[in-house]
């Protein structure tokens, strides 16, 4: 090996790459949250008895699992900005990208949660329901008060989980030269002559943020299981 | 909107006029498929091999195994990718690196640098996968192994693993799925598969929805071929009497 590693340029980009770091996480967030409520959505609709409605859901769900997340995020980057500009009257110079990121990570992760939910409201015993709606409570009531909570609760690992993966899947909006995390830290490196540091130093901090969430979320789920079990 | 749709694009000739867009789109399909398919049979044997260590009873081994998916299920595929690409070749002793940069052409590079990433990065799956199937084997069958006479390896080839992957057909196939996907990815280190064409088409044709609109159905086309492929794999593999057989 005769490569000499200088870590020099790191110190000084830091606050550049937490400025990037902001973004990763403000686009997982919103994918999160869009995610869990229009997954939500998209499950119920799916298991209900409303034809079109399950076709639709369906369909939505298993349109954006067929296609890859590098394709819908090149449709995002495609579609939203001319729509936007065209709607809100902005001009074309306006940055949309991260909206567009936005919008496109949180409609495509709604399909992965939608099946994690779809999964967990069908693990709740059809007694829940039936006992629900022989104490008078409406099919909404009885998602809303009986089944829906018992499901989170078994989901939250899951969820959790799909949550990290998005994460790290949100490194993609590199393709529109967003600086998210990886981004800044490409322009960093790409900047000093230094990609090998500062790609291995992206590497490392995934693995410590993803790694330490992923053994919370196994912990958590060791003690739901210990306390399901008695 | 004003946009003005042209499908004709598909069939007019490239700049350098020796194919046509379609044919530009179908090389890049070519480079989809041969990639997924190459890393998937790598990613098989890796995982294969490391499901089987992390349910061994041997402490260094397992923990070596539990490492290894550690470390490539919490680091982004990309990321990944760029260090395959661009830092391993850096770091590689005697000249390894220089022979790689120097004496590959460059679409090799990419499309080498692709294959071993997405393995590698589908190995950790596929070595989760053998090991909840492995796991969810009753203890019986290793102990009839062992008491048969077999050694703890025969016990593995011979019952353990053939019996695991009847078991994990199901999410085997959509990790395979996933490969393909995956594979998208790799337009990023300027590899000229399937989605990197797309964006090429756009540049060049200026018509975006046309030529998103085909690669997303070329995405759809091998989705729904691998899934039938594997459901037949599934139909012959299935164990009676476990869930999901008839």
Sequence with gaps: ?????????????????????????????????????????????????????AWFAAGYVNLFRAIP?????????????????GTFNLSPGTDVRLTSAMIGFALFESAYYSEIIRAGIQSVPKGQ????????????QAMRLVVLPQAFRNMVPLLLTQAIVLFQDTSLVYMSALADFFGAA????????????????????????????????????????????? | MSYQWNWSIFSSPVPTGDTTYMGWLLEGLQITLALSLSAWVI????????????????????????????????????????????????????????????????????FVAAMVCLAFFTSARVCEQVRSGILALPPGQRNAGLALGLTLPQTYRHVLVPMAFRLIVPPLTSEFLNIFK??????????????????????????????????????????????????LVEGRTRVPGYIGSQ
């Design chain 1, 1 to 53: 090996m005769n490569y000499e590693f200088d870590w020099s340029s790191i110190p000084g980009a830091l606050p550049f790459l937490w400025e990037g770091m902001k973004i990763s996480l403000e686009i997982t967030l919103t994918a999160v949250v869009v995610g869990i409520v229009w997954g939500t959505l998209l499950a119920m609709m799916r298991l209900s008895s409303v034809k079109p409605l």
């Design chain 1, 69 to 85: 997340l590098v394709m819908v995020l090149l449709w995002f980057f495609l579609i939203v900005p001319q729509l936007l500009t």
């Design chain 1, 129 to 140: 329901v039936a006992a629900a709606s022989a104490l008078g409570m409406t099919y909404a």
């Design chain 1, 186 to 230: 490409y322009k960093v490196g790409d900047r000093d002559g230094r990609l090998v540091e500062l790609l291995l130093f992206a590497g490392a901090v995934y693995f410590f943020i993803c790694f330490a969430a992923s053994q919370l979320v196994r912990r958590y789920q060791k003690k739901l299981n210990a306390h399901v079990a008695h």
């Design chain 2, 43 to 110: 990613a098989l044997l890796l995982g294969s091999l490391m499901g089987v260590l992390r349910t061994v009873p041997h402490r260094g081994l397992s923990l070596l195994a539990t490492s290894y998916v550690e470390v490539f299920r919490n680091i982004p595929l990309l990321v990944q990718l760029f260090i395959w690409y661009f830092v391993l070749p850096e770091l590689l002793p005697f000249g390894l690196g220089d022979a790689f940069k120097q004496q590959l052409d460059p679409l090799t590079q990419q």
């Design chain 2, 182 to 231: 995956n594979s998208a990815v790799c337009s990023t280190i300027g590899l000229l598969e399937l989605a990197a064409q797309g964006r090429q088409l756009v540049d060049y044709t200026a018509q975006p929805y046309e030529s998103f609109i085909a690669v997303t159905l070329f995405y759809l086309v091998i989705n729904v071929v691998v899934m039938g492929l594997m459901r």
